[in-house]
């Protein structure tokens, strides 16, 4: 049966996945809810690998040989990157060298970049994906944008089918006796941009087996990650003194440097900046890691303009119509003593209470039982969009709860008000509170999978399971 495509409705977008530079902290927006996934994964792959055995001569010219007869040799008066290049002096028209390379299977997209000096008296730079002694194709880079300089040529080229490609020649088309130089080939799979160099003998470089015979990594993960038992997360938002812990993770699990916390106070519509620290077994203290990103807020003009989180239960939250304009009171905390021969009296007095006021809002019957629960869930944060100065953002516990009151605002079903006293508290202690994410618990598991061999089979590890799969 043919699938059936509104052409009305609206595109699902997967959410954005924002990475600390460092690529150990990411970050993933869930809009439905206004929170944010956090993971933290010190063991993060190589950023980069190069395919090159022998990509910058370091050492000697093993896994190198001559291309169209021109004459090669390895330097150490010039080079690009550590000590050595290759030096070519062409015999005819046509001059380079061969890079071996780990095998490239047909259909694979190669990216291949090498760094060359060029005296200008020739013309184009390019390069020969071969096996053995046969040439598969060649691509040009174009002729190097100036003369008696390292500059970079790259290309792109997918092995043709029942071919595989295991060297990569880089060629330079000028008269014979013309002197140019190559250093620091680097050859990946996959489409894009070539990655910044590498090699094993770089620093955060290295070997997949031996020294300048072998393919090679950027390696990335954190020192000592496996020694990481917890990582703790803090929040810098605008404008405050200081950054609050996530809840969450404060700290969190991330036994062998990988963990996951769940962030559902972010404040809505303006950047905030996550910072993550690693704890290892010993005590100790990793290097931070930091990103930013921005939970949307509702948008003026919307109807459900206001958010109502639980802190200990969010999958209760909601979004909400407010009836009406709240008036806030702040109570004053005075002690006043009568002064006597004087009009005046002696006051003794403290900063003022918190903005106090009574909230209504307008619900759909479908959403009368999950508001009375929420109103009994314990501690509630409101929240609003920026600039919303009626309604600042508040921890909350509510009292004196009115409600369900019938309005019959939403048609033959009828709407229903509830109405509570608002007197904000101090944001709750976050010391060692589990990871809690809306509409995702060991209960929404168990009715979901049958047996724990389906949960192992679904999910790649305890940090994704943990999140329903974000991370």
Same mark, same amino acid.
């Given at each position: ?191 894009? !941009? ?246 995702? !618990? ?30």
């Amino acid at each position: 049966m043919p699938m059936i495509v509104d052409p009305g409705a609206p595109l699902v977008v997967p959410p954005a996945r924002v990475t600390s530079p460092d690529g150990y902290l990411a970050a993933t927006v869930d809009e439905l809810w206004a929170g944010v996934v956090l993971a933290y994964n010190a063991n993060t792959p190589p950023s980069a690998r190069n395919l090159t055995l022998n990509p910058s001569l370091e050492v000697d010219l093993a896994n190198t040989q001559q291309y169209a007869g021109s004459a090669r040799e390895r330097v150490t008066t010039d080079s690009r990157y550590g000590i050595a290049c290759a030096k070519h002096t062409a015999a005819g028209a046509t001059s380079g060298m061969q890079y071996l390379c780990e095998p490239v299977a047909a259909g694979v997209t190669i990216r291949a970049s090498a760094w060359v000096k060029v005296p200008g008296t020739g013309t184009t730079v390019f390069f020969a994906f071969r096996d053995a002694t046969t040439t598969h194709g060649t691509v040009t880079a174009g002729v190097p944008p100036v003369a008696g300089q390292w500059v970079r040529m790259s290309v792109t080229y997918t092995v043709p089918a029942g071919k595989t490609v295991d060297r990569i020649a880089v060629a330079y088309t000028a008269p014979a006796g013309t002197v140019w130089y190559s250093d620091a080939v680097m050859i990946q799979t996959g489409a894009g !941009s070539p990655s910044e160099y590498i090699d094993g003998s770089l620093p955060g470089g290295q070997w997949e087996g031996a020294a300048h015979a072998s393919p090679s990594v950027r390696v990335t993960a954190l020192p000592g990650a496996a020694a990481v038992r917890q990582v703790r997360i803090v929040r810098q938002d605008p404008g405050a003194p200081a950054p609050v812990p996530v809840r969450s993770a404060d700290p969190a699990w991330a036994i062998g440097g990988a963990g996951t916390a769940y962030d559902h106070e972010a404040p809505l519509g303006v950047a905030v900046i996550y910072t993550a620290t690693p704890l290892y077994a010993d005590g100790t203290t990793g290097p931070s890691s930091s990103l930013a990103v921005t939970v949307p807020a509702p948008a003026p003009g919307q109807v459900r303009d206001v958010w109502l989180k639980s802190i200990d239960n969010p999958s209760l939250s909601l979004r909400a119509v407010i009836v009406g304009r709240p008036e806030a009171t702040a109570a004053g905390r005075q002690d006043v003593v009568d002064v006597p021969g004087s009009p005046y009296r002696v006051v003794a007095y403290d900063q003022h209470a918190a903005e106090a006021y009574t909230l209504t809002i307008d619900v759909p019957p479908q959403a009368v039982d999950q508001v009375r629960r929420l109103l009994r869930s314990g501690v509630l944060l409101l929240q609003t969009r920026p600039g919303y100065v009626t309604l600042p953002d508040a921890f909350h516990v509510p009292a004196d709860i009115t409600g369900p009151v019938s309005t019959g605002r939403l048609g033959s079903s009828g709407g229903y008000q509830f109405s509570w006293a608002v007197e904000p508290v101090a944001r709750p202690d976050t010391a060692g509170a589990p990871l809690r994410i809306p509409g995702w !618990s060991w209960d929404t598991v168990a009715q979901q999978f049958a047996t724990w061999d389906a949960v192992a089979a679904s999910y790649s590890s305890w940090a994704s399971l943990s999140t329903n799969g974000v991370t």
